[in-house]
């Protein structure tokens, strides 16, 4: 057994929804009020593909108030849902029609306040995703401004522009979107003639917001408002690197960086230093709730940006809580890398009295056991096993490190990438614009896989459930939630565990990270009074960096020594 079980009996898996028993929460603790965002574990919760209560072959809101007690037992300290508002799904919820409701697909709003009451019930935070940066072609104020005349008031929340050339038949500049394709789509005016251009940054069915007109910024606070009412715990800000454009909108001189990327690039479309403005404002916001009641309300961006110290800006005092680090995320498995992308994390993003949120997967991402698995050493003897081994190593350094950090639905469970999904049933957005597989994220959104042997996996109810959303491959009957709760060397025990030694361990908490000597390939740190981590990022085994055995090891470790794409904490002395 890897490490010491946290309960000597696994909770049991029900067939019916994939759900696990309930918990006694009777005396589950009451949620503390300040600062809790700062070294919590969020679950990341894709509502489309975590669980379907309704036997329509789609994730929903009554389907996670089911999975609750299975996050509660994972020691999770939130979750984080994204988009359930009314939307036609071109890009599954992040083109959003009303901001204010929910989708029929998902439930209704009493759905939502009986999840969130659930949640806080068992001791479950719970973040909403809001989407800044565009809307879908079907919010009323898009329907406005096409049936407005051209330099009319309601295109002034938009940023429409006329076209180049003889006849305006060229776009306003030379921008491509992130999703393929030019940034910009002529209309048809109302007299049915061509007519000005519009821009979305990803795609035509996503048109980007103009922030400098007062009615947006106006709308987005009310929009806050309303979820705080309804006793969310924050959110989670889509592109909150975005929002602003250069006000002149001038050509790029690498207009297809984004595209070639699928990550924002253009330093004319994003990062522009007007957006800070807006976090100042709605984290005013949040201290006015925190104020109310004393428990803090928190703001976590997606913000991808060249370097730790432009990242450092969007997490200062008085703007976001959180900003997801993803430079984790994209480094390369090498020792080196990883000691680089930490060590300047902490001098940047921690110096400004922030911490740092860690991610290894979420939404977006080709799934860390499937990324991991190349490059593979030449020496390396156990290549099937390569991508779940450095896999598990990585999450327990994540989980070693001060801060917070995000956890993707399925990454306990060890899921890898679903990469053969036939083109007929993608629908990823980058896929129907360019044709091109690359980067397409259908893989890791697959329906997750609860109990059984055979698709729907748990994963949907009723007598004659439809299939989900995405076919599920025969494979997952190996990564189901029932196999995993029973098997102590799951990667669902392993996060379980790691889970509960950082809620246990003072050492885990706040303070520095001190690196110690270690071979090449091996990045070793104390943490506290006596608590050292190592990662052995080679292919053969090196002398461990501690004495006895370790309180935690993402693989077997033989007295002594730390395997290869092995991580392993001990406890050397009693803080």
Request: with cysteine; net charge negative.
């Amino acid at each position: 057994m890897i490490g010491a079980p946290v309960e000597n009996n696994p909770p049991r898996a029900t067939a019916r929804l994939g759900a696990v028993d309930t918990p006694n929460t009777e005396n589950t603790p009451a949620l503390p009020p300040h600062r809790w965002w700062r070294d919590a574990v969020i679950y990341q919760i894709y509502i489309r593909s975590f669980l379907d209560s309704t036997g329509d072959g789609i994730g929903d809101l009554a389907g996670v108030a089911a999975g609750l007690p299975y996050l509660k037992r994972l020691g999770v300290d939130g979750i984080w849902l994204t988009p359930f508002y009314p939307s036609p799904q071109h890009d599954h919820g992040y083109d959003v029609a009303d901001y204010c409701d929910v989708d029929p697909v998902y439930g209704d709003l009493a759905a939502f306040d009986r999840l969130i009451a659930d949640a806080h019930r068992l001791g479950l935070r719970c973040l909403v995703d809001i989407v800044p940066n565009h809307c879908s072609l079907q919010h009323p104020w898009f329907q406005q401004a096409l049936a407005d005349a051209p330099g009319g008031a309601a295109r002034g929340r938009f940023h429409f522009a006329p076209g180049r050339g003889t006849d305006g038949e060229l776009p306003p500049n030379n921008w491509r979107a992130m999703f393929g394709g030019p940034a910009w789509t002529r209309v048809v005016e109302p007299d049915g003639t061509p007519g000005e251009w519009y821009l979305h940054m990803f795609t035509p069915e996503q048109p980007d917001l103009n922030w400098r007109h007062p009615d947006v910024a106006q709308h987005f606070e009310r929009v806050l408002r309303f979820w705080l009412d309804r006793g969310v715990d924050g959110f989670r800000i889509d592109v909150a690197a975005g929002l602003y454009k250069h006000p002149d909108l001038p050509d790029s001189e690498d207009p297809g960086a984004d595209e070639r990327s699928r990550d924002s690039v253009n330093p004319l479309a994003w990062n522009q230093p007007e957006v800070h403005q807006v976090w100042r404002s709605w984290r005013a916001i949040c201290e006015q709730y925190t104020a109310r009641d004393g428990r803090e309300r928190l703001l976590v961006g997606e913000v991808s940006v060249p370097t730790a110290a432009e990242h450092a800006r969007y997490v200062r005092p008085d703007e976001l809580h959180q900003a997801f680090f993803f430079h984790l995320l994209t480094a390369p498995w090498d020792a080196e890398a990883f000691q680089q992308v930490i060590s300047d994390a902490l001098r940047d993003i921690a110096g400004t009295g922030s911490t740092i949120t860690w991610v290894l997967n979420n939404h977006d991402q080709i799934r860390s056991v499937t990324r991991y698995a190349a490059p593979a050493p030449a020496d390396s003897t156990d290549l099937s096993g390569l991508g779940p081994a450095r896999a598990r190593a990585a999450a327990l350094l994540m989980l070693a490190l001060p801060g917070a950090a995000y956890v993707y639905q399925g990454e306990e469970l060890g899921l890898p990438e679903v990469d053969d999904l036939p083109d007929e049933v993608l629908t990823d957005p980058i896929f129907r614009r360019t044709g091109s597989r690359a980067k397409v994220r259908d893989g890791c959104r697959v329906p997750l896989p609860w109990s059984g042997h055979a698709s729907p996996f748990g994963f949907t109810a009723g007598d004659a459930p439809a299939r989900p959303w995405l076919p599920q491959p025969d494979w997952f009957a190996d990564h189901t939630t029932e196999r995993a709760l029973v098997d102590t060397t799951s990667f669902w025990h392993l996060y379980r565990d790691a889970l509960h030694l950082r809620h246990s361990l003072p050492q885990l908490g706040e303070g520095p990270v001190r690196w110690l000597d270690s071979p090449p390939q091996v990045l070793a740190f104390e943490r506290g009074e006596g608590l050292v981590c190592a990662v052995n990022f080679g292919a053969q085994p090196v002398p461990a960096p501690a004495g006895g055995t370790p309180l935690l090891a993402s693989r077997p470790c033989p007295p002594g020594s730390l395997p290869g794409n092995t991580a392993a904490w001990w406890v050397t002395a009693t803080p």
